[in-house]
């Protein structure tokens, strides 16, 4: 470390002196990497919709990573679960495929939604109803969302 008098410095050296340290450090702070923090789907998902996921029903969420073209279902879209109340480090550019059953428990519909997750935010690429196609149905917004 530098050992300074600062007694024997000029009032205008110590301003530079001042200034260089504030510059400095201002460039430190602004090139460290911005911390992450966890964010739970459902509180996403309320920012986005604004509505809120109701598993009275049933329900599910992935993140999506690919497709089987093999299969015409839901089978088709590949990816893992995640649970959508627990916190999670979620990555810029992550696709997430959320069903959500709501009606009665005779008579339920499904809503399939296709989101991105960029700057700790959801926005909505793609939605379809419950039809007997719906996967299908989502393969282009899929494709279109990971490049393939």
Request: proline share 3%.
């Amino acid at each position: 470390m530098i050992n300074i008098e600062f007694k024997t410095l000029s009032d205008q050296d110590l301003r530079e002196l001042i200034s260089s340290a504030k510059e400095e450090l201002k460039s430190r702070q602004e090139a460290q990497p911005q911390k992450q923090v966890p964010r739970v789907l459902r509180q996403m998902y309320l920012e986005t919709v604004g509505d809120d996921i109701s598993r009275y029903n049933g329900g599910w969420a992935k993140t999506v990573r690919g497709l089987d073209k093999s299969k015409t279902n839901g089978y088709s879209i590949l990816g893992d679960f995640v649970d959508i109340d627990a916190p999670q480090y979620w990555k810029d550019g992550t696709i997430i495929l959320d069903c959500d059953i709501h009606g009665s428990r005779k008579h339920p519909k499904k809503t399939y939604r296709l989101f991105r997750y960029e700057n700790g935010k959801l926005s909505l690429l793609a939605q379809e109803g419950d039809t007997k196609d719906w996967a299908v149905r989502l393969w282009p917004a899929i494709e279109e969302a990971l490049d393939i």
